[in-house]
């Protein structure tokens, strides 16, 4: 601005002028209050949809929870017919198969993760990447689909035995059945799920491994595993810790695919190869044709189990987390 | 040293121990490669089993006729359910968003994103209770309440993506802005959304992309539908590609199989193209914004 202008500037305005910039003023104040006040809405709204589900979920399991307690969450017993329901083969059918699932996904994601994040030339990390990432978008009905009419016959038929034949002591892989449909079908699928949120928040928190530390290790002559191993693993192990309680969330609460292959069973079994089944699923599979009350309520009454647990994976995750500044899965 | 003598001409190979760790090393590599041409090798066969059996039953009338010759209804059931799904979803996101980069500070902030996170850690089923609760029970079903639980599921994935890319956009805009003594909701109207626009649509699409095979939710919401007749009013139960993947499954019918591999077809097409579309939009924008 020149300083000539400045006088012009100084000078009392006309009084048309002043109105304008009066009315504009209070335009702006009213426009600023409204952006806010409809952006604080949409925060609140958000906040009150949890609280909402919250005590949707409950007030739907009232009646259950009235009558079982917290037994429900130990009795085995699940017949609608006899009005009698349970929780613990179910629980025990989640815990089963998500732990499974972690166990067998989370080294292979932790492995993609190095491979994206030091391994690959730049060229095939753009290509692979967003292929892994792919793996996430699959919706889940597809991929039990895929495994009810292509990975259960394979599993079943090939797998199975051969795990039985060749570690068949260990009563973990008993004989197979006659259908595919088993905690094992289910954990491989569920493996191929928790592998993409893992794998993308694992590499993200490599990348964040300060480029001095590695080149300092290799500059000592450490090999590359060496150089994980000693420095990018053990700088990102409590990170890595809270992705894997991110994808161990995933397979707790994922419930049409696993509907789809677990079989629905209602024992507790020792070994893989028989059919479970798990609180999503299990809601999954009945809710459709649930009539009485009570099943209704006991399936609400599987819901708060699942929703207590889903919530307590996800706060210790974020909690975890917050160390690093990534948050929550990329997707679900 | 050991008595051997040393010898200057011998090749510079390591040796001993060092051969050791390095050829762990290498193992470690071979696995770690291994491990990603695992996942890559897990989503062909899926893709390609999609594709070798669904793209046979594909035809013009499979995807206009409703059953039991094809699955129109479905399609027609779907884009509504995910259409006002999106219509829901996108303002709010857009504008949790806004809160927490134009507004932050204080404990709302926190609490508020918190609660983004904990909505996208939900399991879907979950939201399915709630929706059975809230708008289904003793009432009917409604391609509504399936709209509404798809809504729950697409607002964390577009508060995120819409933050990270109102983050980017450039601390100088908003200065030159505040220079001019431009206020507060004219900037944010008129600079901040505009130059985030890309963003923002990309990811809707992303979540639209989501939101479209969610079937856990669905299955409280719009499950009991007659898929020979197209429906459009979204006060009843509409037709919907992923229940009937789902309903489909659990019935032993090669026919039903067989409408149920083109239904997986034709989603996972849609799936597809519209997240990888989706990304390589955002990363052209992000190379254009970073050059």
New interface residues.
Partial sequence: MSASASPAVLEAPSAARSRSAERRKRADRIGDRTLYGICLLAALLCVVTIALIAYQVVNGASPAISKYGIGFLTDTTWQPNFGEFGAGSLIFGTAVSSFAALLLGAPIAISIGLYLSLLAPSGVRGAIAPLVEMLAAIPSVILGFWGVLVLAPFVQGTLEPWLHDSFGFIPIFGAPETTGSSIFTASLILTIMVIPIIASISRDLFLTVPADLKDGASALGATRWEVIRGIVLPSTASGVVAASLLGLGRALGEAIAVAQVIGAGSEIQASLFRTGDTLAARIANQFPGALTEMHKASLFYLGVILLVIGLASNLVAQWIGRRFSFRGAPAR | MSDAAFDPTAPLTPSGNLRR??A??R???L??????L???G??A???Y??VSRGASALDLDFLIKGAPEGIGPELVGTAIIVAIGTAIAM??GV??A???T??AGGR?TN????????????????????V???LV?HKQQSGIAASVALA??M??LI??GTQEVLLLVPASLREASDALGV????A??GIVLPSALGGILTSTVLSV??A?????PL??AT??FDPSRFSLNPFEALPNV?VR??QL??EANPEG?AE?WGL?FV??SF??FA??GA?ALLARSRKRRSA
Avoid at chain 2, 31 to 36: S, V
Avoid at chain 2, 212 to 216: K, L, V
């Fill in positions: 760790r390095r762990f090393s193992g470690a590599d696995a770690a490669t291994g491990a990603a695992l996942a890559v897990v989503l066969v899926v893709v089993t999609v303002p709010v504008l949790v806004l809160f927490l134009e507004f709302a609490l508020v994103r918190l609660t983004l996170d904990l909505m996208n850690g939900l399991p879907s089923i979950i939201i399915g209770l709630f059975f609760g809230l029970n729950i599921i607002v964390p508060a995120r206020s507060r909701w004219r944010v109207l992309a989501r479209a095979g969610e079937t856990a299955i409280f499950s009991v992923p993947v789902f499954s659990e199989f149920a997986s989603l996972v799936i597809l997240s990888l990304r």
